[in-house]
């Protein structure tokens, strides 16, 4: 009956039934018992549903893992335990049909909007939409970190170096710009200016960067 309310205690769990060859009839049994936990008031009802969607991912059974969590989210939205196995699933099979990066990135929309605070969610929302191919729908995502901490050199950091990873160098120029201006400081991160000036195979904007790191 504890079994969904710590998931360390759930990953030990199904690792060991994984190790003794219990994990597919165990996982069998608990679809049985399973039925209409979701929506019961049953305590272990409910904990047979979530194994079930924990113990189909280990089994490579990603369809029934998936139609599991989807469930789950909708009813327990802003919970990460289901959140975010489903939408690493979903992103895994992002590149079979673009359609599950949507859905990979509609599920963290969710948990950012919950949880507007933690950038993490933002982040690989716009990275599913990148591996999409749908770069200023990524770059919306990534943005929004800012705004939602505004004031935050970390933030403006953090972003410039999403846009540098994915070869944005305008956006992470401009990021860091913004940076220098809200700092009142026009030698800060210099050399990644530099950098990303150099990249673009702009030496006109490259060089002065790189000479202000002299001496520092």
């Known amino acids: 009956e504890h079994y969904f309310g710590n998931e360390s205690i759930r990953t030990d769990y199904l690792k060991r039934l994984s190790e003794t060859g ?5 996982y069998v049994l608990a679809n049985e018992r399973a039925r209409g936990g979701l929506e019961a008031d049953s305590t272990s ?7 079930t969607a924990d113990a189909a991912r280990w089994l490579s059974r990603f369809d029934e893992s998936i139609a599991a969590y989807r469930r789950l989210v909708a009813l327990y939205p802003g919970e990460p335990a289901y959140a975010m196995p489903l939408s690493d699933l979903l992103r895994s099979f992002g590149s079979r049909d673009p359609k599950f990066y949507d ?7 969710g948990m950012s909007r919950i949880h507007p605070t933690d950038a993490s969610y933002a982040t690989k929302a716009g990275e599913a939409l990148a591996e999409a191919g749908r770069m200023p729908e990524a770059a919306k995502r990534w943005r929004s ?4 901490s505004p004031g935050s050199p970390k933030s403006r950091l953090d972003v410039a170096t999403i846009f540098w990873d994915y070869y944005q160098f305008t956006d992470a120029a401009a990021e860091l710009e913004a940076l220098r201006l809200s700092t009142r400081d026009d030698t800060l991160y210099a050399f990644r200016l530099g950098a990303i000036h150099d990249s673009k195979r702009d030496l006109a904007k490259a060089i002065p960067e790189y000479v202000k790191t002299l001496g520092t």
């Open 103 to 109: 859905e990979s990135a509609e599920v963290l929309d």
């Open 22 to 26: 219990r994990l597919e009839a165990d």
């Open 45 to 51: 009802s409910f904990a047979y549903a979530v194994f």
């Open 145 to 148: 970190i800012v705004a939602a």
